[in-house]
């Protein structure tokens, strides 16, 4: 899934309609060029404008409140923005400094080479200080991917990895779409590059640590 | 120039959950070597942002390019370069081949590269040209133990071989977290002007606010004004992470060289 393949691909999805990525819309320009913006920017003309590939690392920082964004695929990128690229590389390039890792993620699944990590794996294979992250209960990681990774607030991804080995559902407090790659996960109801999850990301697992530790403290002074 | 259009490049840094400058030299380094068209790809992967190391998994799943060299962006061997990373890019040993018969590659973190003493004299006379070596101390900043890791052994040895060119007059290891204390720099010091170089891969709270906090300066100004601070009588010459250097891109594509050439010693020598 190299950069020359997730190229060729994006131009196949570009051409097949795909032009929603997360909250990101692309218009192809009559020149060529492509325009990219907040989805739910499409009506205004106030942008700030950027014309550098590397500008979409900078855009994708910070919220609309200046505050970092340790997950690029929250449903918090900033507003107000419109960034020119001239050619396919670059758009690429862009979208992949947008939501790192997730067209060669698409692109996988598409070749059928995308495999997934049940969460109990991910977190049995941790060491160092996330070790203890291993220590959650079922009922505990439910709640939490329910929570961590929800569409609305938390994670634009589809998920893919199950619970365990033996199938179990990430998490029975996401609705069944949160698991489908054809469903927008914005709510908008367009057609989109789906950001695919194969595997836990790092927050999820540092949420599930901090879940085990404040139990080991919290508990005693209750 | 070396051409590897056989080769990618994959660049692993330790990112953050917390600052946002953690993952920015990185990415700088990576599309500085892109833009070289050296290797047939080039892609970055964090422990702590994304892509994450498990994705980098998927970069060249394909198999259309033969090999990948994994190149740790960190300032010295450890706990991440010889347990976190191997353990999930799923590495076996400096050469790991893949069912598809791609083989990666897994190089020294920059680091231990041969030119960082180098880079760390060009950091170093770039903060404060003027002024002469021999009546001015060097300081270099380590973490120290706190982290598991090498950090402050790395760091050690850079003063040793930076010493031993009897350049400056005095040069020092410092650290945040153990003796000796960037902020007792003052007791350590008896020369007019300080340099002072983070041994650090990016800028962030460490080089921006506790480094600064420790020697007492406002790193903000210093940095806007290009002047010294003055304390005690003293100047003050404080520089960027060096890891922040661009010559760090080389430092990167060089580390693979040298992969490849230790490779293929014992086969000559055979």
């Known amino acids: 899934m190299n950069g020359l393949a997730q190229k060729i691909a994006l131009a196949k999805w570009m051409v097949a309609g795909l032009r929603r990525i997360g909250q990101i819309s692309i218009t192809v320009r009559k020149d060529g060029a492509f325009s990219l913006t907040h989805r739910e920017d499409t009506a205004r003309d106030d942008f700030t404008a950027y014309s550098a590939v590397e500008d979409a690392a900078e855009i994708a920082r910070f919220d609309d409140a200046g505050k970092y964004r340790p997950l690029k695929t929250a449903p918090n990128l900033r507003h107000g923005w419109q960034l020119m690229i001239g050619d396919l590389s670059g758009l690429r390039l862009a979208l992949d400094l947008f939501y790192p890792g997730r067209l060669a993620a698409f692109l996988a699944e598409e070749n059928g080479l995308l495999e997934t990590t049940p969460l109990r794996e991910s977190l049995e294979r941790q060491s160092g200080m996330y070790r203890a992250a291993a220590k959650i209960r079922d009922e505990e990681a439910d709640k939490l991917v329910g929570n961590f990774c929800r569409s609305d607030g938390g994670c634009l991804r589809t998920i893919l990895w199950k619970r365990d080995g033996e199938g179990a559902i990430a998490s029975t407090q996401l609705p069944p779409e949160k698991f489908d790659p054809q469903h927008d996960q914005t709510g908008l109801a367009e057609a989109v590059v789906p950001l695919l999850c194969q595997e836990a990301c790092n927050l999820l697992v540092a949420e599930a640590r901090k879940m085990v530790k404040s139990e080991g403290v919290a508990s005693p002074a209750e | ?270």
Not at chain 2, 160 to 177: D, F, M, P, Q, S
Not at chain 2, 190 to 201: H, L
């Open chain 2, 1 to 270: 120039m070396i051409s590897r259009s056989n080769s990618a490049l994959l660049i692993v840094g330790h990112g953050s959950t917390v600052n946002p400058d953690s993952s920015a030299p990185t990415l700088k380094h990576a599309a500085e070597i892109r833009r070289r068209e050296i290797f047939a790809d080039v892609a970055c992967c964090f422990w702590k942002e994304e892509p994450s190391l498990r994705d980098a998994l998927l970069f060249f799943r394909d198999g259309t390019i033969p090999e990948v060299y994994v190149v740790p962006n960190f300032i010295s061997e450890g706990y991440f370069t010889r347990t976190v990373i191997p353990r999930e890019l799923e590495l076996t040993g400096p050469e790991t081949h893949r069912s598809s018969g791609q083989i990666w590659k897994y190089c020294e973190p920059v680091g231990n590269h041969r030119g960082m003493t180098e880079l760390l004299l060009r950091r170093a006379h770039d903060v404060a040209p003027e002024i002469s070596e021999a009546e001015t101390s060097l300081l270099i900043v380590g973490h120290g133990t706190s982290l598991n890791d090498n950090s402050a052994a790395a760091a050690k040895h850079q003063v040793e071989k930076i010493r031993a060119l009897n350049r400056y007059g005095t040069v020092l290891n410092v650290y945040l977290e153990e003796p000796p204390l960037v902020s007792d720099w003052l007791k350590l010091t008896e020369t007019r002007n300080v340099v002072i170089v983070p041994f650090f891969i990016s800028d962030g709270l460490h080089s921006d606010e506790d480094i600064p906090a420790m020697l007492g300066i406002d790193a903000a100004d210093r940095r806007s004004t290009g002047a010294p601070s003055q304390l005690h009588g003293r100047s003050l010459f404080y520089s960027t992470a060096i890891g922040t250097d661009p010559k760090f891109a080389d430092v990167i594509i060089e580390q693979t060289e040298t992969f490849r050439a230790q490779r293929l010693e014992p086969q000559s020598a055979s």
